[in-house]
C-alpha cells in the first residue's frame, strides 16, 4: 500500500512536508513499514483543498489534512479499512462526502497525458519515472527510427506548441533540422512568468524526467548535441528536481555519449533566469543564456537558422517537451485521437481566481470554457455569478459569460480575440471591475516592457496613465476611442509579442465589457 502526499510547492506552502515525516514515524510506531510506503509526490491538482494525500491502491483522496490528522488516518484507513469522512471532500452538488478520486468531477473529466504521473510517482527516483514506460520512447527512437522518422511521427501527431502561438511541433523542428550546421542546440522554455500560471512549474516539479525524455528525442531528430532548460530562478523546487533528475538520466546512460550505445551524443544543462519576463521571448532567453541583456531581437533570422551563438537552435517550452514521449511510445495515431481537427492531444490549464476548484487541470483540446470552470472547476465561490475569464495571460483576452460554451482550442480563441496561451485561467466573478482588470495587466506588461522599442516602452505607459484615469473617476469622453487607436497601434508596431499583446486584455474589454468603461467616465463626472 503506499500513501501520496503532494509536496509541490501549492501543497508544501500549506504545510505537507511535515506531514510526511509524520507519516512515517507513525507508521513505523505501528510497525507498518513492510507493507505500507510514504510518497512525496509533485502536484496532484486539487491545488486549493492541499495539502492533500492519497491512499492507494483504493484512490481515496483526503484533503486539507494536518499533522493531527494523521494518527487518526492510519487508524482508520490501513487498520480498520474505514474513512475519515470529516477529511473528505464535500461534492458541491450533493453536499455529501465523496472518497474515490474516480467519484470526483474535478478527476473524471479530465484527460492526463503531460500530468500522468504528477502527484503518482515520486519525482526524485528515475525508477519511479521508468516503472511507468518512462524513457521507452527514446528507446523505441534510438532502437528502431531514423530521425526523420521520429519528426514524421511528432508531425503527424499534429502536436502544436503549448507555449501560446500553437505553432506545429514537428514542421518547426524541420526548420532547425534542415539547416546545415556542425552543432545544433534545443532549448526548454521554462520561464513560466504570466500571473496565475503554474503548469510548467508543477509538470517540472513532479515529473522531470518526462521533459528531459522528450528533449532527448526532439534532440535525436534535430541533429542536437547540446541543450539547456532555461528556468525562472523563481522556482527553486523545479530546478532541484530537474538538477536531481539530469543526474540520474547520467548514471543511467540516458545523457551523455553514445546514449544506450547508439552513438547519439547529448548532454543538456540547467540555467536559472534572472527574473525578467520578457526573457520568455525566445531571441531574448538565447541572450540571457548567452550572458547578455535579456533583450528581443529582429527577427529575421529565426533561431532556426541563427539561434544560440549563432547557431540552428529549435526551442519549445515544458509542456510540449512533456507531450513528445507520450507521442513515440503510443504512436502518432493514438496521439491524434484527442482534441479537434486542428488543436490535437490535450492542454493543461491553472484555473485560479473566483472558482471553486483552483489547481491544475488537464482536459483535451475542444473542451469548452463551460466544463472546464463549472464542472471541472466546481462553479464560483461563494455562488456568486460568472462575469468573465481572462485566459492566456497578461496577453491574452477577457471573455464574457456568452462565450462560455466556445471550445477551447487554438482558432477558436483567436477568432473570440483570446489566446491559448501559455494556460492561465483567471475567473472572475460578477463584483469584478474590469477597467480595473485591464488596468491591472496593463501595469504588469508595462512593467515588464524591455524598453527597447517606443510603441511598447512608451505606448503601455500611456494606456495605463489613462486607465489609471478612468478607474479614479477621472475619464474623458474620448478616452475610449484613445484607448482604442493606441493599442491597435502597439499592437501593429511592436517588436516582440510582449508589446504586440500587451494591448490585448484592453482591446478584449472594451470589445466586450465597453458599458463598464462608460459607466466610469459618466458616473463620475
Ligand atoms: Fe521590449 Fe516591448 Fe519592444 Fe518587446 S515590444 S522588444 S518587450 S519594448
Redesign the pocket.
Known amino acids: 500500500q503506499r500513501i501520496l502526499v503532494c509536496a509541490g510547492t501549492g501543497c508544501a506552502s500549506s504545510g505537507a512536508l511535515p506531514i510526511i515525516d509524520i507519516l512515517n514515524d507513525e507508521i513505523k510506531r505501528r510497525g507498518l513499514e513492510e507493507t505500507v510506503s510514504v510518497v512525496g509526490t509533485g502536484c496532484q491538482g486539487f491545488c486549493e483543498k492541499g495539502p492533500t494525500l492519497v491512499i492507494e491502491p483504493q484512490q481515496i483522496l483526503y484533503t486539507r489534512v494536518t499533522g493531527e490528522d494523521v494518527a487518526e488516518i492510519i487508524e482508520q484507513e490501513l487498520i480498520k479499512g474505514e474513512r475519515v469522512e470529516r477529511l473528505l471532500l464535500v461534492d458541491q452538488t450533493t453536499q455529501k462526502p465523496v472518497s474515490s478520486m474516480e467519484d470526483i468531477t474535478f478527476f473524471s473529466k479530465q484527460h492526463r497525458i503531460v500530468l500522468h504521473n504528477c502527484g503518482v510517482i515520486d519525482p526524485k527516483k528515475i525508477e519511479d519515472y521508468t516503472a511507468r514506460d518512462g524513457y521507452k520512447g527514446i528507446e523505441k527512437a534510438l532502437k528502431g527510427m531514423s530521425p526523420e522518422e521520429v519528426m514524421e511521427e511528432v508531425k503527424q501527431s499534429g502536436l502544436r506548441g503549448r507555449g501560446g502561438a500553437g505553432f506545429p511541433t514537428g514542421v518547426k523542428w524541420g526548420f532547425c533540422r534542415s539547416t546545415p550546421s556542425d552543432k545544433k542546440y534545443i532549448i526548454c522554455n521554462a520561464d513560466e512568468g504570466d500571473p496565475g500560471a503554474f503548469m510548467d512549474r508543477s509538470v517540472l516539479e513532479g515529473d522531470p524526467h518526462s521533459v528531459i525524455e522528450g528533449m532527448l528525442i526532439g534532440a535525436y531528430a534535430i541533429g542536437a548535441d547540446e541543450g539547456y532548460v532555461y528556468c525562472r530562478a523563481e522556482y527553486p523546487l523545479a530546478i532541484k528536481h530537474l538538477g536531481i533528475a539530469i543526474k540520474q538520466a547520467e548514471e543511467a546512460g540516458y545523457l551523455g555519449d553514445n546514449i544506450l550505445g547508439s552513438g547519439f551524443n547529448f548532454h543538456l544543462k540547467v540555467f536559472e533566469g534572472a527574473g525578467a519576463f520578457?526573457c520568455g521571448?525566445e531571441t531574448a532567453l538565447m541572450a540571457s543564456i548567452e550572458g547578455k541583456r535579456g533583450?528581443?531581437r529582429v527577427r529575421p533570422p529565426f533561431p532556426a537558422v541563427s539561434g544560440l551563438w549563432g547557431k540552428p537552435t529549435n526551442i519549445n517550452n515544458v509542456e510540449t517537451w512533456s507531450n513528445i514521449p507520450h507521442i513515440l511510445r503510443n504512436g502518432a495515431e493514438w496521439y491524434s485521437q484527442f482534441g479537434t481537427e486542428k488543436s490535437k492531444g490535450t492542454k493543461i490549464f491553472a484555473l485560479t481566481g473566483k472558482v471553486n476548484n483552483t489547481g491544475l487541470v488537464e482536459v483535451p483540446m475542444g473542451t469548452t470554457l463551460r466544463e472546464i470552470i463549472f464542472e471541472i472547476g466546481g462553479g464560483i465561490q461563494g455562488g456568486k455569478k460568472f462575469k468573465a475569464v481572462q485566459i492566456g495571460g497578461p496577453s491574452g483576452g477577457c471573455l464574457p459569460e456568452d462565450m462560455l460554451d466556445l471550445a477551447v482550442d487554438y482558432d477558436t480563441l483567436t477568432q473570440a480575440g483570446a489566446m491559448v496561451g501559455s494556460g492561465g485561467l483567471v475567473i472572475m466573478d460578477e463584483t469584478t471591475c474590469m477597467v480595473d482588470i485591464a488596468r491591472y495587466f496593463l501595469n504588469f506588461s508595462k512593467k515588464?516592457?524591455?524598453?527597447?522599442?517606443t510603441?511598447?516602452?512608451e505606448g503601455?505607459t500611456r494606456m495605463y496613465e489613462i486607465l489609471d484615469r478612468i478607474t479614479k473617476g477621472e475619464g474623458k469622453e474620448e478616452d475610449i476611442d484613445t484607448l482604442e487607436n493606441l493599442a491597435l497601434t502597439i499592437k501593429e508596431t511592436?517588436?516582440?509579442?510582449?508589446?504586440?499583446f500587451?494591448p490585448s486584455p484592453i482591446l478584449a474589454t472594451i470589445k466586450y465589457f465597453r458599458h463598464e468603461y462608460e459607466a466610469h467616465i459618466r458616473d463620475h463626472k
Open positions: 520578457v521571448e533583450m528581443p515588464e516592457s524591455c524598453g527597447k522599442c510603441p511598447c516602452r503601455t511592436s517588436l516582440c509579442g510582449l508589446g504586440q500587451a
